[in-house]
């Protein structure tokens, strides 16, 4: 029995590791420095300090680099609670993108996969 625990206490570990090595990518956290849209393009941009500059993240009437007009709508509503509320965004791109690369009003090599608010304590 008590080598029995054991084995679910490893399994569990490995899995966990697992899961989180297969989550690999780049973080880029901090509070929403500018948050803003082109009314003509329709490309949301985002400031977020301590990145380098304004990058643009989505477009609110096509679909860009996979995210759909609908989810970037979504993204920027959440955006916005963030930058009212004051608490910290990460979003989440894949391992070609380096934080300190976004700016220059241009999209990031690749779009951020995975993003959320923080709790800031």
């Not at 500018?34 to 393009?41: D, Q, V």
Request: proline letters at 2%; charged letters at 10%; glycine letters at 8%.
């Amino acid at each position: 029995m008590y080598i029995g625990c054991n084995l679910k206490y490893l399994t569990f570990i490995l899995t966990l590791f697992l899961s989180l090595t297969a989550q690999a990518g780049t973080n880029c956290t901090g509070k929403i420095e500018r948050l803003g849209f082109s009314p003509t393009s329709g490309d949301v941009h985002l400031q977020i300090q301590p990145s380098a500059g304004i990058f643009r993240v989505c477009n609110l009437d096509n679909a860009v680099g996979g995210i759909t007009a609908n989810v970037c709508k979504n993204m920027y509503s959440t955006f916005l609670a963030a930058r009212i509320s004051g608490k910290n965004v990460t979003l989440v791109f894949s391992d070609s993108v380096s934080c300190s690369s976004l700016g220059s009003w241009e999209y990031a090599a690749s779009a951020p996969y995975y993003f959320e608010i923080e709790q800031n304590f």
